[in-house]
């Protein structure tokens, strides 16, 4: 995807950087506000040394009072050890407050991946649009973290400018005396106009040409990503142990090293980068560093001709220097931030437009009535499905009403529109034409959250987490181990589970504990399951349930498959059409529509029906 990288116009530049503040301050108060008690602190302390330092070289010139030159040192002394205790702790309260950053900022995007509608996550330019925030982010934190930063160095620029201006102006006011001769030709305004213009002038150039060689940075960014991309997957893949057999016998590191760590690859150094650097960026950011040398050199010429002159003293030398330094710096900041703000504006933009994802799903408010006898009666009505931007229905005029305690079976070939169908009653997608109804509403018009309650799903590509066993069937930290031992031995995992190091503790998978266990597809499957029954809830969805399992746990799931789901409603999908027949009604799908229901037996009547055929052609392998 190209990303959307056009310069933005000044004003544009402030809104965007102002609303993503907001979204800070909004979110973590007190981490904005630590952070620019500490910036203005860090941007006034500098004066004091300033300041009392010139009193100090400049009573040292003159009157050369031992009681004054000593107070002023103990005082100068003492103020600049307050005002760095200070520091450490404005310092320390900023570090706890913006402690895990990183992990804060990307707490802001996960949230809009986890609460939008489900339907977005299927849109595949708004998953490549997070990518690419989430690339930009990691490569040099363009976008929210960006903002942080250059906002408060705009604020501490301000500061130093204004500090820095104000010890300075009697610089320029001062007046070298009528004895000087040709020297007070540093008295004519129009002379001391000039030099501050041609300050003024040399302050900007040096940013400008800063600037420049980053906006050549910025607009690759695009190449950056791909590179950041392909590193993070040619340059992990020794880590990936799935891959190291494959690796070893094709030696796939050869090729690997093609697009990761040869000289012309994007960071190699022939590649993109690195010419830039060698040529136009390079010299950019040489010039630009040549030129504060010539500001330096005009600040002090001018300074020292004022004080040779007569115009101050010598101590004052060290303060105007000192400060007209800071003036500069901050000046060249100022310009710089700005620039990089208005280049980070076009990665905000990113941001916000993922932000900004509208969501178009009816959000109801009804509560879903709390029933101990698990009566939850619901029922497709004419219901018809598209998905976005396909032209065919993935359902069409589908009516069913399931049936309160019994167990329904739903078969069709690949492409029918069973998970379809599931993922409508679970509505993570709404109807395109008529509706389903709990308990005679539209199931719309509930609560999200509440409906969910209802269902228990084990999706055919279920996933399990790097986490405790016990945490994975119970999807909390604190559950009944009791409970869930017991949903385990349902599921038929109890003689895994007695081997279990560490019973319910036991960590799943190696990825973060050498003392996690590895578990085969057929035992995820039953702990995915467990944690089906643990929810307990009214429904029990099983999409392919045993398609990971051998026969002989297949076969013990069939027969506690009564066990298992009790007195809740269940819905079976699967393609092997032995399995269908210990559940009440079979409900046969094909292209999108129900075009058979009824028992095992009633549809092997029918010789003409899809059930016959599709039985047909699997009873070659089963009998
Ligand atoms: P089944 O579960 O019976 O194999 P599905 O419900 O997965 O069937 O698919 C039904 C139809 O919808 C198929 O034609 C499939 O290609 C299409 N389909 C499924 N998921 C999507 C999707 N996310 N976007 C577009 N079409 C889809």
Redesign the pocket.
Known sequence: MSQNKQRLSWLEMLKVNQRAYLLFYKRYPRMILSRFALIIWKALTPYVGIYFSALIIEELAGAKNPGRIHFLVLLTLFLIAAGSLVTALLEKWKNVQSAGMWLKIKKILSEKLFETDYVNL?ETKNMELYSAICQNHNSAGWGLYRTLEDCEALCQTVIVILGGASLTLSLFTSQVPESAGKYTILNNPLFVILIALIMLAVTCISPVLAGKAGRYLTSLADIHNLGNRMFSYYGHLGYDTKKAADMRIYRQDKICEKYNLNKESTFGSRGVFARYQKGPVGFYLAGASAVSGIFTGIAYVFVCLKAWAGAFGLGTVTRYVASITRVYGGISTLITTMEDMRSNAAFLNMVFEFLDIPDHMYQGSLTVEKRNDRKYEVEFRNVSFQ????Q?Y??KDVNIKFEIGKKLA?V????????????LLCRLYDPTEGEILLNGIDIRKYNYREYMTIFSVVF?DFKLFSLPLGENVAARTNYDRELVTEALEKAGFKQRLAKMPHGLSTCLYKEYTESGVSISGGEAQKIAIARALYKNAPFIIL?EPTASLDPVAEAEIYEKFAEIVGDRTAIY?SHRLSSCKFCDKIAV?HH?TIVQTGTHQSLLTDQTGIYHTLWQAQAQYYT
Request: charged share 20%; aromatic share 12%; glycine share 20%.
């Open positions: 299927d998905y976005s931007g396909s065919e993935a359902l739903v069709g070939m690949n492409g029918s529109g069973k998970t379809t169908f599931i993922k055919q999409d999908i799908f999108g």
